[in-house]
């Protein structure tokens, strides 16, 4: 089953591609994404939907989190995930 | 003030005395500005080497190592040191030049996105398009680089950024990098879970010297009595030669250490991520074990392994809140049983030098006390099992990359970091020729830095698992048309001596640790030694092949 993880991230040079990328490299994949700025916040927010070959999704969002321009991210619980933008 | 003088005047705030580098175009302006800043430049004569010394200086120092490159190849070539930092999460600071704004992004002379190739090898990393966020940057990237899990940021600085006025400078900030503190629910299961274990074992990594937590796991171990086990970055955690350590673990661990692991039913990992060098195959790895793992990195965490109790933060501080005395005895009494009936020998037949007995004389006759940096391959293995380790910033070891050509640049760093202290690279003839260019870096500076080559005439490792795994067929291992080493050394002004006999082992170890300035051991070994024991891939650790001295 996909998850769908939702990450704060600060607008700084290369955030977006670091985190795609850790994802990938951390052997998961990305089926799609959808991205919003917030201007009051100077911030953007993802949300990435993401299958696993069978690693644990927590931990993942665990190494997304220590990434420097992320504010926070967090797994959207399953019943959440229809309300999202997909794009 | 320039942007190069500012950035230059941030690390010298940070204290920072010496930076490795070498120079080219677009770097230039900072070069311009190292010129009586007060910072002292070492000249490596490849920027790979720039980056591996800068590590070795960090990890011996406990603080940032800086190198320094241009920008397109000169930043390329810092790449292999950066992810080697990144691995073995040590704190650096790469500073590389890039071409400048106007030029980004046309294809330029030198220009690379080394931001885009780093990206997923750093802790952190920078562009720099304001002059006045220099002080800031740089202040951050220390910073980021030391704290919680260490490891390589990345400054890709512009030459016009570098070259240009700053006017102001932006408030330096200091980012939220207070170390966690492990969940006091969770200290009181572990304690329990601790408390309740009849057979426990510490698994030390290379996260308690990195996170200075060498007292406090040693107090841990003394207060609670459980046998310890270690990782080949773990070395030193406790000493070598103390009566608890069973030897490394994983696969050219001991078979006290391994055999103690597989019968243990609490595993404490402190500092250690589960690398698949220390498990073996995952599934078999401790089977009847519950896990407690601490670590400073949330994201370790059930990562290979799931934890029974996770305790995520500060070392020191969860180590003293769950030690307590044990009763143990027996399962103490069973590992020291297993540790002295498994004991390395030494009495290889013939009179030629035996590898791991030369280590184990050089180590013991300098009571642990130099530095010892390793390349990768036998040798690597050898010093790992049988080299006296105090602590573990005597030992610099490619532990996660496993970066031929580490040593002897790390051996550099290691020298400036602690002038003192004997510095010796143990590298192997294939090893060596990687970054065999620094010798020049010895003698340019006189560095009292001593190079122990052990020459089997092949890729050792490489070829030892043709031997075992390939049925024989060796493919592109053979260096036997080595050139002569003595002479290349002495040919970059080092003194040098060959020796091949078991007889000239004293002679050879009083050389290493008395010569005065740089000295070249080159020593002819077996070809066909290989390293005992180890773990065929694909099994568990419970599977260990060994040879004719174990």
Known sequence: MNRTIEVSLTRAEGAIVRILGLIERRGFIVESIATRSDPHADSLVMHVDVASRGRPYDVLV?????????????????????????? | MKGAEALLE????????????????????????????????????????????????????????????????????LVTGIANAFLDSVPLVAITGQVATPLRGTDAFQEVDIFGITLPIVKHSYVVRHIEELPRIVHEAWDIAASGRPGPVLIDLPKNMAAGEAHGAARVLRPRLAPERADEADLARAAAMIAAAERPVLYAGGGIGIGRAIHAFRNFV???????????????????????????????????????????????????????????????????????????DRAEIDKLRRADVALAGDLSQSLAAIGQGLRIAAWRRHC?????????????????????????????????EATIACDVGQHQMWVAQHCLIRRPER?????????????????????????????????????????????????????????????????????????????????????????????????????????????????????LLNHAGPLFVHCRIDPAANVWPLVPPGHTNATMLEGSLQ
């Open chain 1, 62 to 87: 665990r190494q997304i989190v220590r990434l420097l321009d992320v504010r926070h991210a967090l797994l959207v619980e399953p019943q959440a995930a229809g309300q999202r933008l997909v794009c």
């Open chain 2, 336 to 368: 020291l049983r297993m540790k002295a009936q498994h004991a390395w020998r030494y009495d290889a037949p013939g009179d030629g030098i035996y590898a791991p007995e030369l280590l184990r004389r050089l180590t013991t006759a300098c009571d642990g």
């Open chain 2, 10 to 77: 941030a690390l010298r705030d940070r204290g920072v005395e010496v930076v490795f580098g070498y120079p080219g175009g677009a770097i230039m302006p900072l070069y311009d500005a190292l010129l009586g800043s007060g910072i002292r430049h070492i000249l490596v004569r490849h920027e790979q080497a720039a980056a591996f010394a800068a590590d070795g200086y960090a990890r011996v120092s406990g603080r940032p190592g800086v190198c320094i490159a241009t920008s397109g190849p000169g930043a390329t070539n």
């Open chain 2, 395 to 511: 030992h610099l070891s490619s532990g996660g990359l496993g970066a031929m050509g580490y040593g002897l640049p790390a051996a550099i760093g290691a020298h400036f970091a602690d002038p003192q202290r004997t510095s010796i690279a143990v590298s192997g003839d294939g090893s060596i020729m990687i970054n065999i260019q620094e010798l020049a870096t010895l003698k340019r500076y006189g560095l009292p830095v001593k190079i122990l080559l052990l020459d089997n005439q092949s890729l050792g490792m490489v070829r030892q698992w043709q031997e075992l795994f390939f049925e024989r067929r060796f493919s592109e291992v053979d260096l036997s048309d080595n050139p002569d080493f003595a002479s290349v050394a002495r040919s970059f002004g080092i003194d040098a001596m060959t020796v091949d006999r078991a007889s000239q082992m004293d002679e050879t170890v009083d050389a």
């Open chain 2, 222 to 296: 003394a207060e609670t009595g459980i046998p310890v086990v270690s990782t080949l970055k773990g070395l030193g955690a406790v000493p070598t030669d103390e009566p608890l350590f069973l030897g490394m673990l994983g696969m050219h661990g001991t078979r006290a250490a391994n055999n103690a692991v597989q019968q243990s039913d609490l595993l404490i990992a402190v500092g250690a991520r589960f690398d698949d060098r220390a498990t073996g195959k995952l599934e078999g790895f401790a089977p009847d074990a519950r896990v407690i793992h601490l670590d400073v």
